[in-house]
């Protein structure tokens, strides 16, 4: 029985391997991404605390936009995920074994690790440009 079922264990250590590593490249690359457009947004985050922004409101909205364009993403890939999901179960039925086409804990385990990604992404930036000061970013720009 063991050595019936090493081509199904092989194929699947695969797909896990290969699911966890395009997981960490999505992670990464959202990271990079919403890092660097805090790091455009220096001029605006200085210039509202110039004009008397609380660094907690400037953190509030930066991390609005980001957690709203994280919401968007995770929209849509669950919406791809549920017609890939059902366009491979359909296409080879025994591709997912005990396991749903749309199985909810992975698809809410994998939007929230994208949703905590995104909001250290903004804050850890965003929290360094509001701490600075309003004049250093005004004469470097």
Do not use: H, N
């Amino acid at each position: 029985m063991e050595a019936a079922l090493v081509r199904q264990r092989l194929i699947a250590m695969l797909s896990s391997l290969f699911s966890a590593l395009a997981l960490l490249l999505t992670c990464v690359g959202l990271y990079g991404l919403l890092a660097f457009t805090v790091v455009q947004k220096r001029g605006e985050v200085s210039l509202r605390i110039a004009l008397g922004a609380t660094e907690g409101g400037v953190l509030w909205m930066v991390l609005r936009e980001a957690l709203l364009l994280a919401a968007a993403g995770v929209g849509i890939g669950v919406l791809v995920a549920f017609v890939g999901g059902r366009v491979a179960v359909s296409a080879i039925p025994g591709l997912l074994f005990e396991l749903g086409a749309t199985d909810p804990v992975i698809l809410l385990s994998a939007a929230s690790l994208l949703f905590v990604v995104a909001g250290l992404a903004e804050y850890i930036p965003a929290r360094r440009a509001a701490g600075i000061q309003p004049m250093e970013v005004l004469r470097q720009e």
